[in-house]
């Protein structure tokens, strides 16, 4: 598809919702070659679209039709049928870079299932929301970065697991507040922990217990989502490390705030995200530098 003016607003607009919206993840962007670092705009507002529709006021039949009538928009982006900008910036990226419709209807999936379901009884329930809105958005931007073997794949799908079970682990109050509790059921019966005592604010050695379970569950599965950056385009290679790294950086704090997700918001700095977005962004880049020397 030609740079059109329309094409060009599109992306435009895209980065200026990313600015605005991505926090942690504008970061890393930043670390992308211009053309890719485009596309990962447009696949971040689409993904912004559907949060936003679950997250927006009105009945859940409005915020169902709203999921709809973005699975209609994305059908007609890969139709070549888009008018909408970010519809149109969709269609280019998803050509440009061979991304499969099913990876955005997969995102789509796991949004709506936040509107009809609340709590989860295992693991195995969870993981599979979790892939849905984390590990399938970390295969889109693999499609996006670059990678030269298949196995990259499974270490990407671990990345955004390692991700989603981190903002869990630190939004268990916020998410409470919405009546959702991601902690697995049986997770919470096995330390002890009850929905009250959560409910109550309650921070102890039962609370603490399940949480660090939590957390070394996530650390696994950061220990192979490192192992992606090799399979990357050099170029790509500091955009998940930095993601991998702020996002294991909240899991140091809330271990070192004893788990006490209940009381405080765990965040970083500004400062912090810079420092770790230019050590990241250095040490993926001296090999490339290095071989470009020779």
Known sequence: MAVTAELAQAYEECRLITRREAKNFYYAFLTLPAERRKAIYVAYTFCRYCDDSVDSEGSLNQKLSMLEELKRKLDLSYRGQATEPVFL??????????????????????????????????????????????????????????????????????????????????????????????????????????????????VNDSFRELMEFQAQRARQYFQSGFLLLPFLAPRSRACPAVLGRLYSLVLDRIEGAGYDVLHRRISLSKGEKLRVTAKAWLTAMLPYWTQAQK
């Open 89 to 202: 910036g969709l269609a280019d990226v998803a050509q440009n870079y061979d991304i499969p419709q099913d990876y955005f209807q997969e995102v789509l999936s796991g949004v709506e299932s936040d509107l009809v379901k609340t709590r989860y009884q295992d693991f195995d329930e969870l993981r599979q929301y979790c892939y849905q809105v984390a590990s399938v958005v970390g295969l889109i931007c693999l499609q996006i970065f670059g990678y030269r073997d298949d196995r990259a794949k499974q270490h990407a799908v671990d990345l955004g697991l390692a991700m989603q079970l981190t903002n869990i682990a630190r939004d268990v109050r916020e998410d409470l507040e919405l009546d959702r509790i991601y902690l697995p059921q049986e997770e919470m019966a096995r330390f002890g922990y009850s929905e009250a005592e959560l409910r109550a604010g309650i």
